[in-house]
């Protein structure tokens, strides 16, 4: 079980687009969801944090507006990468909490989204 | 600086020889755990420690959580090239919701 779908695994995109990750619980419903950037042999950085139903809570120097984050099901929350430019290139990452006094026992990881804009 | 200290940052060994990587930190954690990650893919769960002075075993992969709760060890035995990858330790301090990733360690065993 907790199984974390996140798509797409990777995608290219010009440089003033927007792109939108999706990262989905299959099995659980996911109280919480967390969206870390990594860049190249890099530990995770955590970007904000995703609560059902009510606004994410980014961390410092995350711009809310440049990455729009979405929660609108226990099942899925969505990053939108937006008016993306070639340094928002990176390695997207969500993970799934079921919260609650499961929160200490780790979290389960999406497989990740390559961004690269060109 | 970083709340979890990961040490080595790099390793590169022989296949067969064995390993340590230590997650120290100056804080008190409820939990650490070990994640590994490899190319391309979100980290994968190995295990999660709770109780000081808890070691669990999973395989040939050896787990220790320090007494006072502030430090884990990975110990691997008779590393093989699966093993290669980047080994995250990653916990909650007692009190804190939020989890804190050490920097990793970059494993790459040689056949």
């Known amino acids: 079980g907790a199984v974390v779908s996140q798509h797409p695994s990777w995608v290219i995109c010009k440089s003033g687009t927007s792109v939108k990750i999706e990262c989905r619980s299959l099995?659980?419903?996911?109280?919480?969801m967390f969206w870390y950037r990594q860049f190249p042999k890099q530990s995770l950085m955590l970007m904000a944090t995703?609560?059902?139903?009510?606004?994410?809570?980014?961390e410092q120097g995350v711009e809310k507006d440049k990455f729009l984050i979405n929660h609108a099901s226990l099942t899925l929350s969505t990053l939108t990468v937006t008016s993306a430019h070639p340094e928002d290139s990176s390695f997207y990452i969500c993970?799934?909490?079921?919260?609650?006094?499961?929160?200490?026992?780790?979290?389960?990881f999406g497989s990740g989204t390559r961004l690269t804009v060109v | 600086t970083q709340l979890l200290e990961q040490s080595p940052q790099f390793l590169s060994i022989q296949e067969g020889e064995n390993l340590t990587v230590y997650c120290n930190s100056s804080?008190?954690?409820?939990?650490l755990q070990w994640y590994r990650q490899e190319p391309g893919e979100g980290p994968v769960l190995l295990v999660t420690?709770?109780?000081?002075?808890e070691v669990k075993k999973l395989k040939r992969l050896t787990f220790q959580f320090g007494d006072a709760r502030k430090d884990s060890s990975l110990h691997i035995t008779a590393a093989q090239p699966g093993d290669t990858g980047l080994y995250l330790c990653a916990g909650v301090r007692t009190g804190g919701f939020k989890t804190i990733f050490g920097a990793g360690t970059r494993l790459f065993v040689k056949a």
């Open positions: 993970s799934a909490s079921r919260g609650g006094e499961r929160v200490t026992y780790g979290y389960t």
């Open positions: 804080s008190v954690f409820s939990s």
């Open positions: 995703s609560n059902e139903g009510s606004k994410a809570t980014y």
């Open positions: 420690v709770v109780t000081g002075g």
């Open positions: 099995d659980f419903q996911a109280t919480t």
